[in-house]
Every structure is written in C-alpha cells, then in structure tokens.
C-alpha cells in the first residue's frame, strides 16, 4: 500500500468537515446580512473571506489527496503552489486588516487570520519540496497543515459569529427605543 492511500480516511473526514463548514459560513452570512455595519465589506474581505479561503484550501487538498497518482509528484507540485498561493493570501489579508476601519485588530486577529495562517501554508509549500525523497514525513506535515487550517478556520468562523451576535448586534439593540426591539 502506498503512502498516500494510507492517509485515506484522514482526507476523506478533513475534506467533509471543510465543505460542511463552507456552507454554513453561508448560512450564518446570510442570518447576519439583514443589516451590516458601516464598513462591513472591507471588514469582511480582512475576517470572513479569509475562512472560506482556508475552508477552500482544506477541501482542495483533500480531494487533490484523493486523486490516484502514479507517483506523488505530481499531487506534491500541486500543494506546494497551493501553499505558496496561501503565503501570497496571507500578506494581502494583513494588508486588508490594517487598511479596514469597521473594527481594531487585536493579537488573537492577528495570530489567527495572518500568523498561523502563514506558518500552515509555509509548512504545507516546504513539505511539497520533501515529497519526493521523503514522501511519509511530508503527507504528515501536509496532514497537519491541513489540520491547522481548518481549526483555523473553525477558530476564525466562531469568533465571527460571536463579535455579530455580541457585538455588533448588541450595539444595535441598545440605539434602538425600547419598543423597537423584537
């Protein structure tokens, strides 16, 4: 058995969990939608596009895992332009939190939407370069970036939702008169 089919079932539950985890992120988009803040694009282009993005990749390379290669060369090349697309992704997200104005960026942003974003692309762009004489060492190293990503954007997801539902809408409930709110 090859290497790569032995990370089978690891792909086949990482990838379902991150398309599963897609169309919710448009589910709760939708819920929320009913009346963004002032800002409310740029912010989303910094903190929501960012989640689908690293859902994408999840779901990405777990199908491109699933393809039966002759050779793993070939799937290698692939992750590794996709790591390299998700570093280049990385440094425009930091360019578009710094430039939004709807919400100050704490360490926690920071860490999660850029930090360990870049250091889970870098690893996966690296492990792409050791595929071909260390095939074993690098499908554990993709497996793991592919791991961060997706509670990435778990991480990500939640801390979305809570700032709406607690914030955001919070702020709107105490504007408005008392026999306003529902």
Same mark, same amino acid.
């Given at each position: 058995?090859?290497?790569?089919?032995?990370?089978?079932?690891?792909?086949?539950?990482?990838?379902?969990?991150?398309? !599963?985890?897609?169309?919710?992120?448009?589910?709760?988009?939708?819920?929320?939608?009913?009346?963004?803040?002032? =800002? !409310?694009?740029?912010?989303?282009?910094?903190?929501?596009?960012?989640?689908?993005?690293?859902?994408? *990749?999840?779901?990405?390379?777990?199908?491109?895992?699933? &393809?039966?290669?002759?050779?793993?060369?070939? %799937?290698?090349?692939?992750?590794?332009?996709?790591?390299?697309?998700?570093?280049?992704? %990385?440094?425009?997200?930091?360019?578009?939190?710094?430039?939004?104005?709807?919400?100050?960026?704490?360490?926690?942003?920071?860490?999660?939407?850029?930090?360990?974003?870049?250091?889970?692309?870098?690893?996966?762009? +690296?492990?792409?370069?050791?595929?071909?004489?260390?095939?074993?060492?690098?499908?554990?190293?993709?497996?793991?970036? !592919?791991?961060?990503?997706?509670?990435? =954007?778990?991480?990500? !997801?939640?801390?979305?939702?809570?700032?709406?539902?607690? &914030?955001? +809408? *919070?702020?709107?409930?105490?504007?408005?008169?008392?026999?306003?709110?529902?």
């Amino acid at each position: 058995m090859s290497e790569l089919a032995k990370w089978d079932s690891f792909y086949v539950i990482v990838g379902s969990a991150a398309g !599963a985890l897609i169309g919710l992120q448009f589910v709760v988009l939708t819920l929320i939608a009913e009346r963004p803040p002032a =800002g !409310a694009a740029d912010a989303g282009a910094a903190f929501g596009s960012p989640t689908i993005v690293h859902f994408g *990749a999840v779901l990405f390379l777990s199908a491109l895992l699933h &393809v039966p290669w002759q050779t793993i060369t070939i %799937a290698a090349v692939l992750w590794g332009v996709l790591g390299l697309g998700g570093i280049v992704y %990385a440094v425009i997200v930091a360019r578009r939190m710094r430039n939004q104005v709807a919400y100050k960026p704490i360490f926690e942003d920071w860490l999660f939407h850029v930090a360990l974003p870049l250091v889970a692309y870098s690893i996966l762009a +690296l492990s792409a370069f050791a595929a071909a004489g260390h095939e074993r060492e690098a499908l554990f190293w993709a497996g793991g970036a !592919a791991l961060l990503l997706l509670f990435i =954007g778990i991480h990500n !997801a939640w801390d979305s939702v809570a700032y709406h539902v607690f &914030v955001n +809408l *919070a702020e709107r409930n105490a504007k408005r008169p008392r026999n306003e709110i529902k």
